[in-house]
């Protein structure tokens, strides 16, 4: 007897996976730092409040829970995750299972993972996408752990998960870190798919002048057709809303100084370190952080030439196509790191399930990932998606917009850093020779590095 898991952490996130597990019919102890935050939400869950046991103390958190223990955190992943697992660790058995559902970097959870394992116990890095909406009636899971802790936790998780056709959103995706490294890569993808859409924004409002409920139609009008998706949804509805103090549209009176905590930073960070670099999410953190230097901003404006041709507007169905071809473009870059990180970490990761398991519940979800995992799931050369016959068609359908909307704006003047990062990098791609063979020639002219020859793989010199 006993409660199925523990919830410690009664935030939005928190809170709202306790709930969701209460409603699929599982027992759920739980218990918060803020102890007076305890008994309000338990008496606040109405019909659930059986299902729920307030703990205010982590001893009694961990008597309430059945054996093999599960115990989910769902406080910030840095140092007082550490604090809390080793204030627990004492009390808990073999055989038990931690897991820390927040937004973790995954070298911690390795570490983390390493240190549980020594005590004889299992530690799952779970990356839980979907915002509170989600955790509360079906978030996507990133499961990263044992097979004894996935065998331990899945029926539970499978239960509170999005349904994708019936197809639950979660997976076993590898051991230890595998989960949240999953988790950062959706998150990097997700800073891209939202710089993109902030990009298409500024074109439509600085390039045509059109009002924000005028721009948010346009993206309702993208949200039936290939470019489906929550963020498109979302963005519809944000560039709808109107302020309620001001009666302006809400966008107009929101500082353009985007916050960031970290995710879409770390993709990059590990990205590089894989000897990848995914430009489009490299632009999109770095928009976000160009986006704080508002004085300089302000000032430039009025100081630096800016473009020579009109800013007028384009074509609806161009900035789609532009859309759709970053978007791909983007969610290329993101798979190409995970397939590059389990080769590195001998993870095994399966592609097209995390394709999947992104279908529905987490923040990109969209119709383009049923395609990606189509693509997965079929003849992928060089295990590269741009490659895909699926895929290359929708590029073929769609990069010529890329091309127009990215040449417009430099001629305008208008910034499209993820727009032009992503053109950058598909021309890179296609083409057969490139001109790295230059590089070679100076690397080896002024370093004596040395060089392959086109007629012999060997290390050769110039004659410089
Ligand atoms: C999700 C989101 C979620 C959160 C991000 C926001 O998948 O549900 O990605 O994890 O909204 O952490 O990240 P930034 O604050 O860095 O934009």
Known sequence: TGARIGVYGLGTMGSALALNLAEHGFDVAVSNRETEWIAPFVAGAGALRDRLTGAETLADFVAALASPRTVLFMIPSGPPLDAMIDAILPLLSPGDTVIDGGNADFNDTRRRSETLERAGLHFVGLGVSGGAEGARHGPSMMFGGSGQSWAQVHPMLEA????????????????????????????????????????????????????????????????????????????????????ARTGLPMVDVIRDAAGQKGTGRWTLIEALKLGQSANTIEAAVGA????????????????????????????????????????IIAHAQGFRILSAASVEY????????????????CIIRSALLDTVAEAFRGDLPHDHLILAPAIRDRLAGSIGGLRQVVAHAAGAGCPVPCLGAALAWYDTMRQARGSANLIQGLRDYFGAHGFARTDDAGDHHGDW
Not at 184 to 190: P, Q
Not at 346 to 361: C, T
Request: charged fraction near 20%.
């Open 160 to 243: 509170i998960a999005a349904k994708f056709d019936g197809d639950p959103c979660v997976a076993h995706l590898g051991p230890d870190g595998a989960g949240h490294f999953v988790k950062t890569v959706h998150n990097g993808i997700e800073y891209a798919d939202m710089q993109i859409i902030a990009e298409l924004y500024g074109l439509m409002r600085d390039g045509a002048g059109w009002p924000a409920p005028a721009i948010g139609a346009v993206f309702d009008r993208w949200a039936t057709g290939p470019l489906d998706s929550f963020l498109v949804e979302a963005a519809a509805q944000v560039l709808r809303a109107a302020d």
């Open 346 to 361: 001998d993870w095994s990761l399966d592609l097209a399930r995390i394709a999947e398991i992104w279908r529905a519940g």
């Open 288 to 327: 976000r952080a160009w986006s704080s230097e508002t004085a300089t901003r302000e000032e430039a404006a009025t100081l630096l030439a800016g473009g020579t041709q009109s800013a007028a507007a384009l074509p609806e169905d161009t900035l789609q196509q532009a859309f759709l071809a970053a978007r």
